[in-house]
């Protein structure tokens, strides 16, 4: 049996995760499982998963948490502290799900010799992916990648040398405004934004995907994960989101991933030793499909996608200042105060305000908070400015 532990339990990354680990009865035993807020789900996640330990990040949630957990016996804490605890218990294998840059230091936390992470957390990569690749090389630490994308490209590249790699190519699914022109997205509503066509997932990143920064942010942890430079990177809009990673070679030859669009399939790759494990999800069936759609990104309409792959050129300081500029900005959109078309506009201000001040790629989480703190002071700047706010 391997050991296991889920930082971001309750999100849906933790849920599909221990649906995995159901699935597959007698492989692994959860030591630590971690949340947010939520103590009831928290406890009832410990519960159900027998782990040995649940922390909450709320402080104020211990009380709650202690009285979820009642009589299991399950040792429990919170406050950032108890998340760092619980990200540094030793295990074999640890799911770094916790969303946004709150992740950021349990991931880094959870760094060790022989270890296996499995990341799904982005702003590790997009705001430290410099600092957080070069930690983990030092201290033999397996990255996985859990995002679909990358899992796919992980399974296509199947070990082979980045030198025989002409371009790796992450697919998306152009998200509910795909087809819509200009003017109609930039005036785009927040229920609008929230319908994802193919995966139910979280607020920010539903409106990420909508606006195709997601994609930009997916560029970036490709680049960081698979160590290939910006120019050997590209993103194809697939609507059908049946391939999700495609690996073109030296040669000529080309691998796609391929898999049904749930997160159980990226999953169950990364908990996977020898063996394949159990998904619960059969893989695609091509013929009822019918046909599979592929059509290139348009930067003018999605100009985010632009910003995002500039960033990644121009470096680690810029993609944690776009990080940070894009969770203010979609904060604020999810509040009614901005409308759709002002995400980017606050992204590309705040890039450009921050730019003489903020030069270098960040070498530790503390320089990495500390871009993330005054790109989204800037942020906040440039949406009070009355330049953009137009909701
Ligand atoms: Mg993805």
């Known amino acids: 049996m ?5 930082l971001g339990a309750t999100g849906s990354i933790g849920r599909s995760t221990l649906e995995v ?7 692994f035993r959860i030591i630590a499982v971690v949340g947010g807020h939520d103590a009831t789900a928290l406890a ?5 998963a027998r782990a040995r330990f649940a922390a909450l990040a709320d402080p104020a949630g211990l009380g709650a948490l202690r009285a979820a957990l009642g009589s299991s016996g399950i040792a429990c804490g919170a406050g950032q502290q108890a998340v760092l605890d619980a990200a540094a218990m030793p295990t074999d294998l640890i799911v770094a799900g916790i969303s946004g840059i709150a992740g950021l230091k349990p991931t880094v936390a959870a760094l060790a010799p022989g270890r296996r992470i499995a990341l799904a957390n982005k702003e590790t990569l997009v705001c430290a992916g410099d600092f957080f690749m070069a930690e983990a090389r030092r201290l033999g630490t397996t990255i996985l990648p859990m995002d679909s994308e990358h899992n796919a490209v992980a399974q296509a590249l199947c070990g082979r040398s980045l030198a025989d790699v002409a371009r790796i190519t992450l697919t998306a699914s152009g998200g509910p405004f795909r087809t819509w022109d200009a003017e109609r997205i930039r005036k785009a509503r927040r229920e609008e934004a ?3 066509p193919n995966y139910a997932m979280g607020a920010k990143i539903t409106v990420d995907s909508a606006g195709l920064v997601n994609k930009g942010l997916e ?9 290939i430079e910006p120019d050997r990177l590209d993103a194809v809009i697939h609507p059908q989101q049946i391939v999700h990673g495609l690996v073109s070679f030296t040669d000529g030859s080309m691998i796609a991933g391929m898999a049904r669009p749930n997160m159980c399939v990226p999953i169950a790759d990364c908990l996977a030793a020898e063996r394949r494990l159990v998904s619960g999800v059969p893989a695609p069936d091509l013929a009822a499909l019918g046909g599979l759609g592929f059509e290139a990104p348009d930067l003018v309409r999605f100009p985010a996608l632009g910003l995002a792959m500039q960033a990644m050129r121009a470096g680690g300081h810029a993609t944690a200042v776009l990080n ?4 203010v900005a ?4 999810l509040a009614g105060a901005i409308c759709f078309g002002d995400i980017h506009r606050i992204i590309e201000e705040t890039l450009e305000v921050t730019a003489r001040d903020i030069m270098r790629s960040p070498s530790s989480v503390e320089e990495a908070l500390a871009i993330d703190h005054t790109a989204r002071i800037a942020a906040r700047g440039v949406m009070a400015s009355g330049r953009v706010g137009t909701a």
Do not use: M
Not at 2 to 6: C, E, N, V
């Open 44 to 48: 009832q996640a410990a519960v159900a």
């Open 219 to 227: 560029l970036i942890e490709a680049h960081h994960i698979f160590g």
């Open 194 to 196: 929230l319908t994802h």
């Open 2 to 6: 391997r050991t296991l532990s889920i």
């Open 324 to 327: 940070a500029a894009d969770e």
């Open 21 to 27: 680990v159901r699935a597959n009865p007698g492989q």
């Open 330 to 333: 979609v904060e604020a959109f």
